[in-house]
Nanobody, 124 residues
Framework: QVQLVESGGGLVQAGGSLRLSCAASGRTLSTYAMGWFRQAPGKEREFVAATSWSGGSTRYADSVKGRFTISRDNAKNTVYLQMNSLKPEDTAVYYC?????????????????WGQGTQVTVSS
């Protein structure tokens, strides 16, 4: 089992930045691909970013490409999502996930473990 705990969410003005962290326990993350997803009120959960087990490959949703950066520190069993130039439409609950999958084709169904989520609110 892998337990994931997100942190770093909050309220920020448009154009600002936040860095989300996802700390894992139970098992090492070094063999898992990691993903960030988000869900806004009344909307389905959507893919944001993912990184391969080594961090050598990453993938982003078009809506965040160039603004968000996913990274991981396997020694600390932690994954990060640096979010810059935030927009009101980025407002959502952000979820961290882990799975043994190929990130180029992965969907939420391919990630086995999920955190509880952290709220990100961007004001205009």
């Amino acid at each position: 089992q892998v337990q994931l705990v997100e942190s770093g969410g909050g309220l920020v003005q448009a154009g600002g930045s936040l860095r989300l962290s996802c700390a894992a326990s139970g098992r090492t993350l070094s063999t898992y691909a990691m993903g960030w997803f988000r869900q806004a009120p009344g909307k389905e959960r959507e893919f944001v970013a993912a990184t391969s087990w080594s961090g050598g490959s990453t993938r982003y949703a078009d809506s965040v490409k160039g603004r968000f950066t996913i990274s991981r520190d396997n020694a600390k069993n932690t994954v990060y999502l640096q979010m810059n130039s935030l927009k009101p439409e980025d407002t959502a609950v952000y979820y961290c996930s882990a799975g043994r999958t190929t990130i180029s084709i992965a969907t939420s169904a391919d990630f086995s473990y999920w955190g509880q989520g952290t709220q990100v609110t961007v004001s205009s």
